[in-house]
């Protein structure tokens, strides 16, 4: 009976959602034939849309999967802009979808569907990821094989679907192979852990006991905690190292090392791919060469600060106070920031020429124009890292704070332009982990969401911005 009611509500929710978001599709369709970087998109697409898959425009730098599902469309539809941007309209259907049986596992003793679906919508009409499902570009269907690949890894049945999805994703965006690294370290990393809690562990009993003793094979289960600290990690790897991994073999299901096995294909797949191509990125190699650039993880606090703000408001207080009890981490992190922008704060020639982005608004009206605003930003830095430790509290196990630390470093330090875009998969996967969320909160998040959407589609359908290089009007997106 329930389980009933939970589909009624998602089909009649994921209905309402597509007939509102038509509409402004409809208009989005109306006001501009080429969004931006459509420019290279659509051509691209219309070609692998009629079964021409000899063009390549070289200027393309992602894998070409987007157009690979436009192929799938040119079968059945005719191949113009109008069809091309609608996949992206159904995957984000699909998205809501996967985000309501996402959110289903993780708090699955939750009977309140409609709480369940509520987040669900507003993580679907996440402003620039609602924006882009509107548009013909990547991101879209990218979240939605990330989502696929992460909702099978939840229940680890699929293994041939956990394969296809994984490759799929990195198909849609090369970036994402550190989403699925990121599924392995934390698997692995469990597993680790877990394996090394047992009789004989002398880095964690006190009672030593031989390597070779018999009860040294069963799991010491009042080691076993429900969220471990680096300290685990540590007393982990010194064991594993001093056994060889015998112990973690041992401990090893046949069901565990086939999942293992299914992403450690993927990821020597992408391995290969790059070691052939000389690369991660095809075509334009110039335009996306890696550099070290920090400062990219302090504005994704602020993006944390701004689509997560009911959730810092809801912990404001707490996280105030965790702040007055942590006082030498909070001088240290200050102490850190500081050095951080001083010495690595770059800025792209696209950054401050290209004024039809949200962020060359961010960066004139206050980054690059008061000489020492990259410094008065750093006490914001500080406070919002403390609150997405705060909000992250009851569920921030190493296994999966370790990994998720570095895959945020790799997918978002090594870029020189502020985007947007690359910082939505790394906040959906922190605001997936956020303590279960009350109703004041979702309620808060869904409504902020709205109105910064309804504010960014105003400014999109109404503010014109003319590009000398350009016969048509250019709009400003996120
Ligand atoms: C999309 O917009 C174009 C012109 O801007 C219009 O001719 C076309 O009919 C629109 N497509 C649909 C399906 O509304």
Redesign the pocket.
């Known amino acids: 009976m329930g389980l009933a009611n939970y589909h009624l509500l998602l089909f009649g929710q994921v209905i309402s959602y597509f007939l509102a978001s038509k509409l402004i599709f409809?208009k989005v369709?109306?006001t501009i034939?080429i969004v931006i970087d459509e420019y290279f998109h659509i051509p691209q697409g219309i070609a692998y849309c009629n079964g021409n898959y000899s063009y390549w425009d070289p200027k393309i730098t992602t894998l070409p999967g987007l157009y690979l599902v436009s192929s799938v469309v040119g079968t059945y539809f005719k191949c113009n802009?109008?069809n091309l941007r609608f996949v992206n309209l159904i995957a984000s259907c699909v998205n809501l979808v996967l985000f309501s049986s996402i959110l289903r596992f993780v708090y699955f003793s939750d009977r309140n569907h409609m709480k369940i679906i509520l987040q669900a919508v507003s993580l679907t009409i996440l402003p620039p990821l609602y924006f882009f499902s509107h548009v013909y570009y990547t991101d879209v269907l990218s979240v939605t094989f990330l989502l696929l690949f992460s909702r099978l890894c939840l229940t680890n049945r699929y293994i041939f679907m956990i394969l296809i999805s994984g490759v799929s994703s990195i198909m849609m965006r090369q970036t994402n192979v550190v989403w699925i690294a990121m599924v392995f370290g934390h698997k692995l990393l469990d597993l680790l852990i877990k394996s090394s809690r047992v009789f004989g562990n002398q880095y964690i009993n006190d009672v030593r006991l031989s390597k070779r003793s018999l009860i040294a094979k069963d799991v010491d289960k009042s080691k076993l905690k429900r969220y471990y600290g680096l300290k685990d990690v540590y007393f982990a790897a010194k064991y594993h190292l001093s056994t060889g991994l015998t112990t973690f073999f041992k401990f090893l299901t046949f069901h565990d090392a086939t999942i293992l096995f299914t992403h450690l294909m993927i990821l020597s797949g992408f391995v290969a791919f790059v070691y052939y191509n000389g690369s991660i990125v095809v075509g334009d190699k110039t335009a996306h060469e890696a550099t070290l650039h920090l400062p990219q993880l302090l504005y994704f606090l602020l993006f944390y600060g701004v689509f997560g703000l009911p959730y810092v408001v809801n912990r404001l207080k707490s996280t105030l106070k965790l702040m007055y009890r942590q006082k030498i981490l909070v001088l240290l992190s200050i102490l850190v920031f500081i050095l951080t922008v001083h010495f690595n704060t770059l800025v792209h020639p696209y950054l401050v020429a290209d004024n039809r982005h949200f962020t060359f608004y961010v960066w004139n009206r206050w980054f690059g124009k008061y000489e020492n605003a990259i410094y008065l930003t750093v006490p914001v830095y500080v406070f919002l890292l403390f609150s997405i430790y705060d909000n992250l509290r009851e569920q921030n196990c190493i296994s999966f704070l370790l990994p998720y630390t570095i895959c945020l470093v790799l997918s978002l330090a090594l870029q020189k332009l502020i985007e947007i875009r690359y910082f939505l998969v790394p906040y959906i996967v922190l605001r997936l982990r956020f303590a279960r969320p009350s109703h004041m909160v979702i309620l808060s998040e869904f409504l902020w969401y709205i109105l910064i959407n309804a504010a960014a589609f105003h400014v999109f359908f109404n503010k014109e911005v003319m590009w000398k290089d350009f016969d048509y009007v250019q709009r400003i997106i996120w």
Request: proline share 0%; charged share 35%.
């Open positions: 409809d369709n109306e034939n802009t109008y």
